[in-house]
Structure formats: C-alpha cells, structure tokens
C-alpha cells in the first residue's frame, strides 16, 4: 500500500462550489506532505479557480468530468445517465484503483447511489450506512444510518453498530466505543418490531461494546459513542439536530435585542455565544463516511466551506492508514463465524 | 350538556404529587366559575394537602383510591391489577360519565392502556394518538402520534392528521391548520413504506389542510400546524427536542462562565435568556391529550407543575366547550362517506 493518500474531490458540487472546494484541496496539500487530491469537473472552471492558489502543483491534478448531477435530479436516473459528471468520473477513480477515497458536498441521492452501484460494497456488508458525527456535550458522537437505506432489517443494524464501532475507534480514536440503539425507552421489551428484533442480536455481538436502548433525548448528552437505528430516523435526527439549534439560536439573537440591558449584555456575551455555538455545529467535523464500500466515500454538508473540506480530506487520511475497510471486512466476518459456530 | 366540566384529576401521579396536583386544581377552580375537579388518591394525604388552600369548597370533591400505579410497573398489569389505583378510579369516573375529562401527571403506559381499556375508544377510530404540543419559532405545533401505538397502519396517520387538524382548529385556535407528514425529503416519491403509502390517502382528504412532506428540520420553525407521525418517530423528535434544547442551553450557560467580560454580560442577559428558554419549552403548553377516547385523557409531563396542571384543566374546558369528540366523530364518519362514494 502506497504511503500517500488518493482523494478524488468532486469539485462540482455544493453551494459553495468550486471556490470552497478547490480552496480545501490546497490547504489538505500545504498542510500535508503525503496527501494527492484529483479534482473532478470542468477543466477550464478548475485551472482558474486552481491559478487563485499557491500550492505544490504536483499535488493536486485536475480530472476533466464535462457533467454535473444537479441535487434536484432523480439520484438513479443521474447516476445511469451522467457518466461523464464529476460525481460518477471522481467514483470510478475509486473503483479502478486510482484513489483511495471520494469526496462530494454534491447531491447525497447520486452519492448513495453512486456508492453502491459505480464503487461496490465490501464482499459481505448488506447495507451500506451513512454515517455522520453529531456533536453532543462530550464531543461528537457517530449517527449510524442517515442514508437511503430505510425500511432495514435486523441484520443490517448489527452490522452498522459494529461498521460504526471501527470507525469512532480507529478513525476518531474513541477506546472501546459505546453503542446504543435508538428506541422509545429504556427497557428491553419497549420499541418497534424493528428494534425488538434488532436488541438481542446486538446483545449477542462479543466485538462491539453494546449498553443497551437510549431514549432520543440522551444522544445530545453523549450518553453513547455510536447511535444506531434506521435511516429515516437518523434523518429525522440529523435534521432535527440542525432545526432546534437554529431555532433556539434565532429565538435567543432576537430575544437578546428586547431590551438596552440585553442588547449590552449581549456585546460583552457575543464572542463566548459564538464559540459555543460553534463548537454544536456539525459542519466543523467534517463529512459523513458512506461506510462498507471498496474506497472510502464521503458526502460533506452541501454548503461545506473550504473548512470542511480540508477535515473531510484528512479524515480519508487517517481511514487508510488504520485500514478501516480490512477491519470492517474481519469484524463483518468474525460475525459469520460466530454465527457458524 | 351541563355547562359545569368536570374534571376527574389523579392527584397521586408525577414527581410533584399531590402537592403541585393539588395546587393546580386550587388554582383552576379559583380562576373559573365553570370547572368542577374530582381528585383521585388517598383520601388522608388529599384532605392534608388541600386543608393549606382557600377555595369554594363545592367544587373540588376527593375520590379515594387506595393504590398508585408506579412508572416502573408494566402498564398492561398495572391497569388490569390496581383496579383501586388513582388513575383507574379517575378513568372509571370518565367511563361512567360521572367526569368529562381525566388528566394524570403519572406513568405514561398506564395512561395510554387505561385511556383504552378503561375509557374507551370513539365509535370508527382506529388507534388513539398522543399528540402533545410543541413549541416553534411561530408559537406551538401539534406533534401527533407519540403514543404507543408504534408500527402503525396508513389509515392511522390519515386519522391522526384528521383529529389532529380539528384539536388544533377547535382547542388551540388555529384557523384551517396545515398538516404535514414528517418525511426524509420533500418529494413524493420519498420516504419509507408507510409515507409512501400514506402520502397520496392524505392528498385525497379534503376535510384537511394538507401541504405534503415536511423535513424534520422544518418542525422547529413552525412550517405546519399539524405534525403528522408514527409514534415511534414521534418519540424520537419529542424526546430530541428536549435533549438538543436542554444540551445547548448548558453548553451556552457554561460558556458564559468562562470569562470576566462574559460572566459580566450574563448578569445583563439573563433574564431576557431566561424568558426565551421558558417560551421554548415544552411544559409551559399543558398536557398531551390522547384523542379519540370517549372522553377527554390528557397526560401532563412527570414533573409537572401547578401551572401545567391549571393549563391543562383549561384545556380539559375548552374541548367540552368545543365539543371536539362530536366533531372527531363527524370527520372521520366523513372519511367513510368519501370512500363509499
């Protein structure tokens, strides 16, 4: 294995495209000494905004992709259809060997798609979840599935807890992880079909460090290190996460303009308010990793900035150099041989 | 029908019983000439708590109940076991006709599973739903179902956005109120099966507001009225509602403590902060009425105060003024009427 990480960064998509995006590439490359970036898209659009940069040319390569897939598109159709956009060519770089990893702040429908079908799975993972870091009073905790997988069985839950427990342990660096499932109580008889099911063979699983149910309103307190349910609940939360800070934060800016007491106290209070904040934003720690496919893929915050880019493009650092898809492929097949046993 | 709501009160449930329950109805029978409380519980601690009150004595009457369900216990035995329970004596007096409405700041199962067995469904409603109300950036939306009735059916979801949209009209005030179903994007052709099979039965209602898919970061900022869910998903954005609100509020008070000049501007906030987290939360807005019951069943939060008890005795008025069951009944025997067409 070369000492020098592949990524191929859809410099396309997102909102902030391909200013941000270019401008995390040369920051990833001057910050680093073993990090190679091919960006994707319209080649004359990419030498401009590339020609804005000092950087050490040889670290950064531009890939002509003469398409982009608009995030309104129907991700199927886009995938099948657009094979010269910068999300599919920036994919098969992965697929043919070329790159280690992907990154888009583009359409998360052509991603998950793109995933499956243009990188393939892990020989043995069933699903492929998206996993993104929440931030909670402890730090962050990983929300493990808030893909396109909805409608999951058991099994596919299992093997998220246990893709989930590799990656905080070996790509956040989180000893011996906590893992929860999602449910409507703490009791083991409470819950959906789903998680009823789901709870006794995640308590039979000897690899990951399983505590049992949480209620939704301690996964802010950090109460467990990987959060597992379903998707379309791991989008109700991610998306929940976002509304009621942001609520809460308008509600608090405007209540603090009431009155001439309140508007100096907020002046003394802005720069604390600001880092607090900030610290309970998910877009200061990187993308979600697409996890269980041939290649790491990550799908940042479409309004991602040049920041989060650049965490993104270091996180896919790390996840090669701690060989996190051989640990996905042991831990998914210790499983299959317990269950031989 | 007697002008006079009578209000059947489980003095005996909650963190703060019977004190705070007890205040609650003192309070409510103070402040209107039109409600009358019954309030279930050990008749020796009820007749000690209300001898520190000053009220018209006519209107507050202790029924004794000798037993009290605890939070821990499983609901189903619970409610079959202690017939002589504070909760099972108060729904009894509703299923008797002897109170119009029951409200319990204690186990919530019990509630649920009493609210069922004891009191009974409306004639033509399939599940009844928990529908508290939460606050948004515009005032409060109705989050209907967190309930118990996880795994439900479409026609469920249709009846819950049916009852739902006639609460919010008739007891909240809220004129035509939208409806939305929580959803992971806002195309139709999103979801898992349940939205995708409740998504066009609901375009086909005409006695509700409609406006199709909402996201979940949607709910904070007030989009609809009436929040449309399975109970399991309702849960979950209940529960994170608190978590999210209750884990930035002490990451931001602790932030203020860091330095001089933010402990300074703290003092001067204050109290501005203070008012808009109380606007914020949940407990200031009474109690979840479970709905379709022959009878009104309100569940308050556990650690309910007066305020959120006299609240809820309001509301409790209010849908007998309103005569929501009767319209219930109408909208949903609508609905038959529609199909056989």
């Given at each position: 294995?070369?000492?020098?990480?592949?990524?191929?960064?859809?410099?396309?998509?997102?909102?902030?495209?391909?200013?941000?995006?270019?401008?995390?590439?040369?920051?990833?490359?001057?910050?680093?000494?073993?990090?190679?970036?091919?960006?994707?898209?319209?080649?004359?659009?990419?030498?401009?905004?590339?020609?804005?940069?000092?950087?050490?040319?040889?670290?950064?390569?531009?890939?002509?992709?003469?398409?982009?897939?608009?995030?309104?598109?129907?991700p199927v159709?886009?995938?099948?259809?657009?094979?010269?956009?910068?999300?599919?060519?920036?994919?098969?770089?992965?697929?043919?060997?070329?790159?280690?990893?992907?990154?888009?702040?583009?359409?998360s429908g052509?991603?998950l798609v793109?995933?499956q079908?243009?990188?393939?799975?892990?020989?043995?993972?069933e699903r492929p979840p998206l996993?993104?870091?929440?931030?909670?009073?402890?730090?962050?905790?990983?929300?493990i599935d808030c893909g396109a997988n909805v409608d999951a069985r058991p099994?596919h839950l299992?093997?998220f807890?246990?893709?989930?427990?590799?990656?905080?342990?070996?790509?956040?660096?989180?000893?011996?992880?906590?893992?929860?499932?999602v449910?409507?109580?703490?009791?083991?008889?409470?819950?959906n079909a789903l998680v009823?099911?789901?709870?006794?063979?995640?308590?039979?699983?000897?690899?990951?460090?399983?505590?049992?149910?949480?209620?939704?309103?301690?996964?802010?307190?950090?109460?467990?290190?990987?959060?597992v349910c379903e998707a379309f609940v791991g989008n109700v939360i991610l998306k929940?996460?976002?509304?009621?800070?942001?609520?809460?934060?308008?509600?608090?800016?405007?209540?603090?303009?009431?009155?001439?007491?309140?508007?100096?106290?907020?002046?003394?209070?802005?720069?604390?308010?600001?880092?607090?904040?900030?610290?309970?934003?998910?877009?200061?720690?990187?993308?979600?990793?697409?996890?269980?496919?041939?290649?790491?893929?990550?799908?940042?915050?479409?309004?991602?900035?040049?920041?989060?880019?650049?965490?993104?493009?270091?996180?896919?650092?790390?996840?090669?150099?701690?060989?996190?898809?051989?640990?996905?492929?042991?831990?998914?097949?210790?499983?299959?041989?317990?269950?031989?046993?």
């Amino acid at each position: 294995m070369s000492d020098i990480t592949k990524v191929a960064l859809d410099a396309m998509g997102g909102d902030n495209a391909p200013y941000e995006i270019v401008k995390g590439a040369v920051d990833a490359v001057n910050a680093t000494k073993d990090i190679q970036i091919l960006l994707t898209g319209k080649e004359e659009i990419l030498e401009e905004t590339l020609s804005k940069f000092e950087y050490p040319k040889e670290k950064i390569q531009i890939v002509n992709a003469t398409e982009v897939i608009e995030t309104a598109e129907p991700p199927v159709m886009a995938i099948r259809r657009k094979k010269d956009s910068s999300i599919s060519v920036a994919m098969n770089l992965v697929k043919k060997g070329e790159a280690d990893a992907f990154i888009s702040a583009g359409s998360s429908g052509a991603v998950l798609v793109g995933g499956q079908v243009l990188v393939g799975r892990i020989k043995g993972v069933e699903r492929p979840p998206l996993a993104p870091l929440i931030p909670t009073a402890k730090g962050v905790s990983l929300l493990i599935d808030c893909g396109a997988n909805v409608d999951a069985r058991p099994s596919h839950l299992v093997q998220f807890a246990k893709m989930g427990s590799v990656y905080m342990e070996h790509v956040i660096g989180k000893k011996n992880p906590t893992v929860g499932i999602v449910n409507i109580g703490a009791e083991e008889e409470k819950g959906n079909a789903l998680v009823k099911e789901t709870f006794p063979l995640l308590k039979a699983c000897k690899d990951i460090n399983f505590i049992g149910s949480i209620e939704a309103r301690e996964i802010p307190a950090g109460v467990v290190d990987v959060v597992v349910c379903e998707a379309f609940v791991g989008n109700v939360i991610l998306k929940l996460y976002e509304g009621v800070g942001s609520t809460l934060i308008k509600k608090i800016k405007s209540g603090l303009m009431t009155s001439f007491r309140s508007k100096l106290g907020a002046l003394l209070v802005k720069p604390t308010l600001k880092a607090t904040l900030k610290d309970f934003d998910a877009t200061e720690y990187g993308g979600a990793p697409l996890l269980g496919l041939n290649g790491l893929v990550v799908k940042t915050h479409g309004n991602a900035t040049a920041k989060e880019v650049y965490n993104s493009i270091l996180q896919c650092r790390t996840f090669k150099e701690q060989r996190i898809n051989e640990k996905i492929r042991d831990i998914l097949s210790a499983k299959e041989q317990e269950t031989k046993e």
